[in-house]
T-cell receptor, first 117, second 113 residues
Framework: GAVVSQHPSWVICKSGTSVKIECRSL??????MFWYRQFPKQSLMLMAT?????????EQGVEKDKFLINHASLTLSTLTVTSAHPEDSSFYIC?????????????FGPGTRLTVL | GDSVTQMEGPVTLSEEAFLTINCTYT??????LFWYVQYPGEGLQLLLK?????DKGSNKGFEATYRKETTSFHLEKGSVQVSDSAVYFC????????????FGRGTSLIVHP
């Protein structure tokens, strides 16, 4: 089956620093990847849709200057949390569709737990 | 807009008990329906799916039937194990649209030996 990896699996950083999270599709090409944020004991909140070779589409209320998304290749999307603050601490999950937006099944990465001190 | 409603948890069961987690949905079109499972500290894994009315999705002993008349997709398992302890998310995605899923809030399942 389709495998999506994330790196790092967890990261601790100081307030004001930037953190980059990588999402890779290991055995398929993903023209579209998705970034979610999950707070403890809550559902996933879609942050943005990442499109290879073009700008990401952000959901309402998500600051695009704070959460920078780059989808430079068909197998890699990155999320950079800029000038992180404690309220950005969360579990970040990416996903990818094998057929981009034309298929209904997403494959999720294992998630990255970000703690900002 | 589309929405998914799941029963609130946690659901606490003894090993080998019967499991039902209720899920109902609201959608404008003809969605595909999914159950995802999230084990502690991990991302989501697709558990099963159904793409049209009366379809039954099944995997690892879990089953769910797409009921259009009741707009439901309840998850069932005949005999749960301790290793089934996890959070279960019901989700839908609309056909003919962006296929970005709409998730329910998740239901935590705790199975005791």
């Amino acid at each position: 089956g389709a495998v999506v990896s994330q790196h790092p699996s967890w990261v601790i950083c100081k307030s004001g620093t930037s953190v980059k999270i990588e999402c890779r599709s290991l055995d398929f090409q993903a023209t579209t990847m998705f970034w979610y944020r999950q707070f403890p004991k809550q559902s996933l909140m879609l942050m943005a849709t990442s499109n290879e070779g073009s700008k990401a589409t952000y959901e309402q209320g998500v600051e695009k200057d704070k959460f920078l998304i780059n989808h430079a290749s068909l197998t890699l999307s990155t999320l950079t949390v800029t000038s992180a603050h404690p309220e950005d601490s969360s579990f970040y999950i990416c996903s990818a569709s094998v057929g981009g937006l034309s298929t209904d099944t997403q494959y999720f990465g294992p998630g990255t737990r970000l703690t900002v001190l | 807009g589309d929405s998914v409603t799941q029963m609130e948890g946690p659901v606490t069961l003894s090993e080998e008990a019967f499991l039902t987690i209720n899920c109902t949905y609201t959608a404008t079109g003809y969605p595909s329906l999914f159950w995802y499972v999230q084990y502690p500290g991990e991302g989501l894994q697709l558990l099963l799916k159904a793409t049209k009315a009366d379809d039954k999705g099944s995997n690892k002993g879990f089953e769910a039937t797409y009921r259009k008349e009741t707009t439901s997709f309840h998850l069932e398992k005949g005999s749960v194990q301790v290793s089934d302890s996890a959070v279960y998310f019901c989700a839908l995605s609309e056909s003919g649209g962006s296929y970005i899923p709409t998730f329910g809030r998740g239901t935590s399942l705790i199975v005791h030996p």
